[in-house]
C-alpha cells in the first residue's frame, strides 16, 4: 500500500468511526445506510486479545529481514512496520510476548524510545513506541526466544527425512505475537514482504507470493541462502506463517501444487490430486480465488492440527496422507478458508464461528460438487454426532457458555474456547438458513457476502446486519420465527436445527446391530466401506464387547494396522475403552508417532480414565512422546496426564 492510499484509508476508518455510515457510499448499488452500517461496527469492536490501540497509530505493512539459526532456535532480524497514524499520534503500541526486543529507530536508524509494559502470560507484553511527528516507518531490531509458542523447532529426528532440521509457525490464534512484533489483531489486516536467511541446504516458505523458489546467494555466507517473499493483499497477523525444511515441491493443477519434506513429497503429490478441481468448484460456488496460488504444504508428524489455512500456502498434518485419498475433505476445508477466513476474517477471537461454521459449511459444498453428496452427507452426520458430544461435555463440565457461537473471551485465551462449536453449529446455523431459503438464495448471499467484505475483518454484529440487509430484507418477524439472535448469542442448541442425515451411515448402524448381536466381523455386510462409514461403525460399537470380538474385529480388518488415521483413532480409543490389550502397543506406537491434537488429547483422556493400568501406561507413554509434541499439544496433555 502507498503511504497515499495508507492515509485514505485511514481517514475512511475515521470517518466511519465518527460519522457512521452515511459517510461513505462507495459504490452505486448502496443505498440505504444500513449497508455501510456492517464496517462502522466493526471499527468500533475492541479485540479483547490485543493492546493495539489502532484508531490511534495502526499497522499497515510488515517487512521482515530474518535470519533463522537452527543451532539456538531463534530466528533474529528486524521487522519494518508501515503506520497509518492519526493526525497527532504520540505512540504506536505492539504486541509481544516472548520476544527480545534489542532496538527500535526510525526508517532512518534514528533510535525510538520504547517501554514493554507489565502484560499477562497470554497476551504477552505491549510494546509503546514514541513517534516522532509524522513518523510513517520503524524498524524493531529483536530476536525470537524459547518462550515463543508460535515457532517449533525440530531436530533431524523429529522430520520425515530424520537428516535435516525443521521449522515452523503457527500463528493462530494469538501466537504471531511471538515472532513478530505487530499488532496481533485480526481485525488489524496487514500486507508482508520478507526476506528470510536460512542455512544453504534448507528451503523456506511462507504465505505469500514466493518470489525466489531457489534462494538467492547471501553476500560473504556461502553457507547460506536468502529467499524473498511478497504478501500484496492485507492479511489478519495470524496468518503471517513460516516453514523451514527440505522441501520439495510438485506441481498438481496450473494453480496449485504440493510442497513437502522431500522424504514425503511422493506420498503427498499422490495423495492431493483433487485440489484443483476443488479449487474450481469454490470459485464456482462463491467467485473467484484471490491470491494466486494454492498450494499445500505438508508438515512433519508433530503438527498439531490436521490444516491451516495460511493463504496461498495450506499447512497440513501427514495424518491424512492415507494413501487412498480419503481424508481430503481437510483439503477442502483449509482451501474454502481462502474465502470464509482469510478474504473475510472474524474480527475479534470471539467471532472465531464467522471463520470456522462458514467453512465447514463451505467444505461440505465443495465435497459434494468434487465427489458426491452422499459423501458430504456422511461428514455432515459425523460432524453432528461430535457436535452433540461436545455440547453434553460443555454442558456437564459447567462450561455452557462455550456452547454459545459468540462467547465472552475477556480474560480467556481464545485457544480454551477451541471446539466442535463454532465448527459445528456454525455450520449447522448456515444449513438451517439453507433449508428455510433454498441454495440458490443462500449462495446468492454468500457469495455477496465475500464481496461485499473481501479483504476485510467481521463481527457477528456486523455480520447480523448485513444478513437483515441482503437476506432477511429487513422482516423481523421471519428474524424471530428462524430464529437468528438465538443462534448467534445464545447458549446450546436452538430447536429449528435440522440433524443431517445419510442413507449410507444409516445401512452401518444395521452392521454395527448385527455385530452385536453375535454376528461374526467376517459376516457383516461392510464391503466398500468408505472412511466415515468406517468411522462410523467404529464410533457406534458399544462399550461392552468381549475380546473374543474385539480381536474378531481386528483379525478381519486390520484395523490396528490401519493406514488411515481417522479410522486407527476411533480403533484405537474402542481399544482403550475395552482395555483390549493387543492393541495397546498400537495406542503407544500412534501417539508417539504424531502429535496431531485432535486425536493425542482424546486418547490420553481415555487412558486416564482407566485407573491403574491405563493412567500408568498414560504417563510412560507421555513421557516418551512430549518431547516430539508441539506446544500446542504438549499445553493441553499437560493438564491431562498428571
Ligand atoms: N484454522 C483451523 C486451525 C486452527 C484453529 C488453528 C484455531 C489454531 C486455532 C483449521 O482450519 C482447522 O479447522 N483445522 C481442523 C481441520 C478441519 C478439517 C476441521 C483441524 O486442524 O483439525
Ligand atoms: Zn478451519
Redesign the pocket.
Known amino acids: 500500500m502507498t503511504a497515499k492510499a495508507a492515509k485514505a484509508l485511514f481517514a475512511s476508518l475515521a470517518v466511519v468511526m465518527t460519522l457512521g455510515a452515511t459517510a461513505i457510499l462507495t459504490s452505486c448499488d448502496r443505498k440505504a445506510p444500513e449497508d455501510n452500517a456492517p464496517m462502522a461496527i466493526v471499527a468500533k469492536t475492541v479485540d479483547p486479545h490485543s493492546y493495539a490501540r489502532p484508531q490511534e497509530a495502526r499497522v499497515s505493512h510488515v517487512d521482515l529481514d530474518l535470519t533463522a539459526d537452527f543451532q539456538t532456535k531463534t530466528l533474529a532480524g528486524t521487522a519494518t512496520l508501515t503506520l497509518i497514524t492519526e493526525a497527532n499520534a504520540k505512540q504506536v503500541i505492539l504486541d509481544t510476548r516472548a520476544l527480545d526486543i534489542e532496538a527500535v529507530t526510525d526508517a532512518s536508524g534514528s533510535p525510538l524510545k520504547f517501554t514493554l509494559g507489565k502484560g499477562n502470560a497470554m497476551m504477552g507484553k505491549p510494546l509503546t513506541i514514541e513517534l516522532p511527528q509524522g513518523a510513517q516507518k520503524i524498524v524493531v531490531k529483536y530476536k525470537t526466544t524459547k518462550d515463543g509458542t508460535a515457532l517449533q523447532w525440530l531436530s533431524p529426528e523429529q522430520t520425515a527425512g530424520k537428516k535435516l532440521p525443521f521449522l515452523f509457525s503457527q500463528g493462530e490464534e494469538i501466537h504471531t505475537r511471538t515472532w513478530i512484533p505487530t499488532q496481533d489483531s485480526p481485525a488489524i489486516r496487514q500486507t508482508y514482504t520478507a526476506r528470510i536467511v536460512v542455512p544453504r541446504d534448507l528451503m523456506a516458505v511462507m504465505s505469500a507470493e514466493r518470489l525466489t523458489p531457489e534462494g538467492e546467494k547471501v553476500q560473504g555466507h556461502a553457507n547460506q541462502r536468502a529467499y524473498r517473499f511478497d504478501m500484496k493483499e492485507p492479511v489478519a497477523p495470524y496468518l503471517i506463517a513460516i516453514a523451514v525444511g527440505d522441501l520439495g515441491f510438485a506441481p498438481e493443477g496450473s494453480r496449485t501444487g504440493v510442497y513437502a519434506e522431500k522424504a514425503t513429497l511422493a506420498a503427498a503429490k499422490a495423495e492431493f490430486t483433487d485440489m484443483q478441481a476443488m479449487l474450481e468448484a469454490a470459485e464456482k460456488l462463491y467467485g473467484p480465488y484471490r491470491w494466486g496460488r494454492y498450494d499445500v504444504l505438508v508438515l512433519p508428524p508433530s503438527f498439531p492440527f ?4 495460511n493463504p496461498t500456502l495450506t499447512f497440513a498434518t501427514p495424518t491424512i496422507l492415507a494413501g487412498d485419498k480419503s481424508l481430503v475433505s481437510l483439503i477442502a ?2 482451501l ?2 481462502s474465502w470464509s ?1 482469510n478474504l473475510v476474517t472474524n474480527a475479534t477471537w470471539e467471532d472465531f464461528w464467522l ?2 461454521g462458514f ?2 459449511y463451505f ?1 461440505g459444498r465443495i465435497m459434494e460438487e468434487v465427489y458426491d453428496k452422499d459423501r458430504a452427507d456422511m461428514l455432515r452426520v459425523l460432524g453432528w454426532q461430535d457436535l452433540q458430544a461436545t455440547l453434553k461435555d460443555l454442558n456437564d463440565s459447567g462450561k455452557s457458555d462455550f456452547t454459545r457461537l459468540h462467547p465472552d473471551l475477556r480474560n480467556i485465551d481464545p485457544d480454551d474456547y477451541f471446539s466442535d462449536v463454532p ?1 459445528e453449529k456454525g455450520a449447522a446455523f448456515l444449513r438451517m438458513l439453507e433449508a428455510h431459503f433454498g441454495r440458490k438464495k443462500l449462495d446468492a448471499y454468500l457469495k455477496g457476502y465475500f464481496q461485499r467484505f473481501a479483504f476485510q475483518s467481521m463481527t457477528t454484529d456486523a455480520f447480523l446486519v448485513d444478513l437483515r440487509t441482503h437476506l432477511l430484507h429487513n422482516d423481523s418477524d421471519l428474524e424471530k420465527q428462524l430464529k437468528i439472535r438465538q443462534w448467534l448469542y445464545d447458549k446450546g442448541m436452538p430447536d429449528n436445527a435440522i440433524p443431517p442425515t445419510s442413507e449410507a451411515l444409516n445401512e452401518v448402524s444395521a452392521q454395527v446391530a448385527a455385530f452385536m448381536e453375535g454376528a461374526s466381523a467376517k459376516s457383516l455386510s461392510v464391503q466398500g466401506y468408505s472412511s466415515p462409514q468406517w468411522q462410523y461403525f467404529l464410533t457406534h460399537l458399544p462399550d461392552n464387547l468381549s475380546p473374543d470380538q474385539m480381536a474378531d474385529l481386528d483379525a478381519v480388518y486390520g484395523f490396528s494396522k490401519s493406514h488411515n488415521s481417522e479410522i486407527l483413532f476411533a480403533w484405537l480409543q474402542q481399544a482403550i475403552k475395552h482395555q483390549y490389550q493387543p492393541a495397546l502397543p498400537a495406542v503407544r506406537e500412534f501417539l508417539v508417532s504424531q502429535g496431531r491434537r485432535k486425536y493425542v488429547v482424546p486418547l490420553y483422556k481415555s487412558l486416564m480414565a482407566q485407573p491403574g493400568w491405563g493412567v500408568d501406561m498414560a504417563k510412560s507413554v507421555y513421557a516418551e512422546a512430549r518431547p516430539g509434541y508441539h506446544d500446542v499439544t504438549r499445553g493441553t496433555v499437560d493438564d491431562i496426564v498428571k
Do not use: P, R, S
Open positions: 490436521g490444516g491451516m489455512e476445508h483449509e474454502a478458508h477466513g471463520n470456522e467453512t465447514v467444505e465448527y
